[in-house]
């Protein structure tokens, strides 16, 4: 068994290689299989599993690649990461993959669908719409549409066609999967010492480019180590962080707020590989509709879904109390009209339950945190000091 | 700065202010006349459904437009600043969010209703999702209807989403609207507007369409915004859009008739030097300034993508009386930035070629990513295409801290320049060629 360091090591690589070689080697192994990308936020990834495909997330540059024609295609107030997708796109990085979904995620994503499209980049370019309609005999159909589309694409490219059962087994492999993660998580909320948030965050973004059997096992080993005691406990504050669903701060930025004395019990860094929240219905005879169901009912709240019936207020502040934090740090990209656009009501909905909270805002490839890292510990010190 | 002009002022442009003032009167005493008011967008609206249940439409993007247009919108973005709206993010709803803060004064100086319904219709932009979140916290009390308008992201229409949106609103739409109404829904009635849209949609095409000629009688740009104004919002549907745009297009075939440029505040424009295709929304804040570096340097805009954003009425749609809800349906999908990249890309190029135009120039908005993101590489695809001469300006629609004057002056000039040169470089092809 691999020890969590080495874990941890192998998965910050995996989770940065902007070449995405393990994917493609999975890939070069059989014909019949296929590269999806996606975008942030949320993928339905069963479904290309169950057609011999590995969706891949493609979640921006980060800080480790250097923007030399990503950012003639971008205006300078729009955020970063479609410009590093864009670069991606141009360096021949993306070159194996057979298709990208673009998912409803916001404008800049929905255009970027279409400059893909223009550039004629993958055999499909697959602008993937949430319904914003959550009647199961409305909405519901339309996801279902949306789903058939994208295997449609799929099945174009590799005659695969995916049985009950496959569908079936797929929903079963994410849904453990997503039961692993949360069981790190829960493990974290009372150790958070044991694993750190950046050893979570590599671990988790590992699991978006590498099939999901072998993130799953990575996942129990990690669990299966993190019974016992690791690392030393501080006197830190406990924070979830909010508005870091799409372009994804630096790993600075995760360090340096751990560093300023914050332990990382939730967030929404990469929260499409928790969207659905507990199991989907694996052993059905119409798994597609399992799927749709889920979405529907059991998704998380998001800045893109529209939070009729059920606001983004309260259901921050349940998961900071769920979670027993102290605060909440609003972490949002910079230019980010979803994250930044909800921010207001998300903070009043914390001031009204009593719930400090701080913000600043990021660009992926941002490298200085020195100020981020004085708010932090700030923000730390003044809940010790008033607990 | 020498004084303003007096502007000219046709029978078109009175009947227009009259409509306005009419429906702001209506707006300020509904709630003593017991008339519902229903908040909704502009592009991808149901005006004519609104309208079918004796509900006033208010637009928050207009009463933000308006704020822009008398020097309002500043304060009350620093109001919406102030309560934690970041500096990044669209100014529109900043400026809306300030308005109601400061008491939701409208442009008449009277306070504007407050809604009886929210209703989401959300085209071409995530942004208004954002916005209606915003509104319905404002408005805790209020029904909310939502609307969700697939994107055409195949670059067509399908039936299936057809049916998502005449379901929604069979299932959502109708029955709010009904329970806030008080009335029943009344598909004859509804059928009996869009026939009145239909001929105000093919008159505002031929008005929009004049402006293949040489010259140009209009401006589709800046003057294109006043007339797009009555059918994009709370006229659609009615007798007196049909009045409206019946005496508009008189009005533009006298001008051709007499060969006769646009009028512009600063007066007729006299020489047509450039014809341009304008892609994104204009500044409003200083929107005559903004207009008068073109009438100075005798540009004419021949075309716009701002005047599709409430449809795309040139590519043929029309509201079809015989299946109102469908055509509802397809009109909302229609609206321009509910198109796909390559759809724009097609529409802007063909707009370059079709109205003869000198170049193509981009306004790009900081506000708004539903127009701005990806027109640098439209911009790059018209060039490539066509080989004309593409121009890039960036300013804003309401936030006066992004419009300066200055530097789209210099750049306007240099794009000019270029313009120039280019026209003597082929009239000199030309005159060798007949040589
Ligand atoms: S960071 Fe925000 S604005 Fe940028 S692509 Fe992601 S969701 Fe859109
Ligand atoms: S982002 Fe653009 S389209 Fe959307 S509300 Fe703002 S100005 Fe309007």
Not at chain 2, 138 to 159: C, F, S
Not at chain 2, 330 to 351: F, H, S, W
Request: glycine residues 6%.
């Amino acid at each position: 068994m691999e020890t969590i360091n080495e874990i941890t090591d192998k998965c910050s690589n995996l989770a940065f290689d902007l070449n995405f070689r393990y994917a493609k080697h999975w890939k070069s192994k059989n014909e019949y299989r296929v590269l999806v990308g996606y975008l942030p936020i949320y993928f339905p990834r069963e479904i290309v599993h169950a057609m011999n495909g590995l969706a891949v997330g493609i979640f921006g540059a980060g800080d480790r690649k250097q923007i030399i024609r990503g950012d003639a295609y971008y205006q300078s107030y729009i955020c970063h990461l479609p410009r590093g997708i864009i670069e991606m796109g141009l360096d021949g990085s993306l070159n194996e993959f057979d298709g990208f979904v673009f998912p409803a995620t916001c404008d800049c994503i929905r255009n970027l669908s279409g400059m893909f499209k223009l550039a004629g980049k993958g055999n499909f370019q697959r602008y993937f719409d949430y319904p914003q309609n959550f009647n199961s005999k409305v909405g519901g159909i339309f996801y279902r549409q949306e789903l058939d589309k994208v295997m449609e694409d799929i099945r174009k490219i590799n005659r695969q066609h995916a049985s009950i059962e496959d569908l079936n087994n797929s929903i079963r492999l994410f849904n453990i999967n997503r039961r692993l993660i949360e069981e790190i998580y829960a493990i974290r909320q009372e150790f958070p010492w044991r694993l750190s948030a950046l050893e979570t965050y590599y671990i988790l973004r590992a699991g978006m480019v590498i099939p999901v059997e072998e993130h799953n096992e990575m996942l129990e080993q990690v669990l299966d180590q993190l019974q016992k005691e690791r690392g030393e406990p501080m006197d830190n504050i406990r924070v979830v962080i909010n508005g870091s669903f799409c372009e994804q701060p630096p790993v600075g930025l995760i360090k340096s707020i751990e560093m300023a004395g914050c332990y990382i019990v939730d967030d929404d860094l990469l929260l499409g590989s928790r969207w659905t929240i507990g199991d989907i219905d694996d052993n059905t005879d119409d798994p597609l509709e399992a799927m749709v169901t889920a979405f529907l009912n059991q998704s998380t709240f998001s800045s893109s879904v529209y939070d009729v019936g059920n606001p983004k207020g309260a259901r921050l502040v349940e998961q900071v109390h769920r979670r027993n934090a102290d605060g909440v740090i609003f972490s949002a990209a910079s230019f980010c009209d979803p994250a930044l656009l909800d921010r207001p009501e998300l903070q009043k909905a914390c001031d009204a339950a009593g719930i400090p909270h701080i913000n600043f805002q990021y660009h992926e490839n941002t490298g200085q945190f020195k100020v981020i890292k004085e708010q932090a510990g700030t923000f730390s010190d003044s809940i010790k000091l008033w607990a | 700065m020498s004084n303003p002009k007096e502007a000219i002022k046709e029978k078109s442009m009175i009947i227009q202010k009259d409509m306005l003032a009419k429906l702001f009167t209506e707006l300020s005493t509904a709630k003593e006349n017991g008339k519902k008011v229903v908040y909704t967008f502009v592009p991808g609206n149901v005006t004519e459904l609104i309208l079918s249940f004796d509900m006033l439409p208010v637009y928050p993007e207009i009463n933000a437009l308006q704020s822009g247009m008398r020097k309002k919108s500043a304060s009350y973005i620093r109001d919406a600043e102030k309560i934690g709206f970041s500096e990044d993010v669209c100014t529109y709803v900043k400026c809306d969010i300030g308005m109601m803060l400061n008491g939701n004064i409208g442009p008449t100086g009277e306070k504007m209703p407050e809604p009886d319904l929210l209703l989401l219709s959300y085209t071409g932009c995530f942004t208004f999702m954002k916005w209606f979140e915003n509104l319905e916290k404002l408005y805790p009390n209020v029904p909310v209807a939502m609307l969700h308008t697939p994107y055409q992201e195949d670059g067509k229409i399908t039936e299936d989403q057809i049916t998502y949106m005449v379901k929604q609103m069979e299932t959502d739409v109708i029955p709010k609207m009904e329970m806030v109404s008080g009335k029943k829904y009344d598909p004859e009635r509804l059928s009996k507007m869009m026939v009145n849209s239909a001929k105000a949609e093919d008159l505002l095409v031929k008005v929009l369409e004049s402006a293949k000629h040489v010259p140009s009688p209009i401006d589709a740009y800046f003057a294109g915004v006043y007339y797009i104004g009555p059918i994009f919002t709370a006229f659609r549907g009615t007798e007196e859009a049909v009045e409206y745009y019946t005496e508009l297009w008189n009005e533009v075939q006298e001008r051709m008739r007499l060969g006769l440029g646009p009028i512009t505040p600063e007066g007729e424009l006299r020489e047509e030097k450039f014809r341009l295709v304008v892609e994104g929304p204009p500044n409003w804040t200083n929107f005559r300034e903004f207009w008068k570096i073109f009438y100075d340097m005798g540009a004419v805009i021949v075309a716009s993508s701002y005047t599709k954003v409430g449809g795309v009425y040139d590519l043929g749609f029309r509201h079809d009386p015989e299946h109102p809800l469908e055509s509802l349906a397809k009109y909302c999908m229609g609206c321009y930035t509910n198109l796909n990249l390559p759809q724009r890309v097609n529409l802007l190029a063909d707009y370059v070629t079709e109205y003869k135009a000198d170049g193509f120039l981009i306004n790009s908005i900081k506000s708004c990513n539903s127009f701005s993101a990806g027109q640098l590489m439209i911009m790059r695809e018209i060039e490539q295409r066509l080989g004309v001469p593409v121009g890039f300006i960036e300013s804003d629609l309401v936030d006066p801290r992004y419009f300066s004057y200055a530097n789209i002056k210099n750049r306007l000039e240099s794009y000019f320049q270029m313009l120039e040169q280019r026209k003597i470089i082929l009239a000199q092809e030309t005159s060798e060629a007949i040589a």
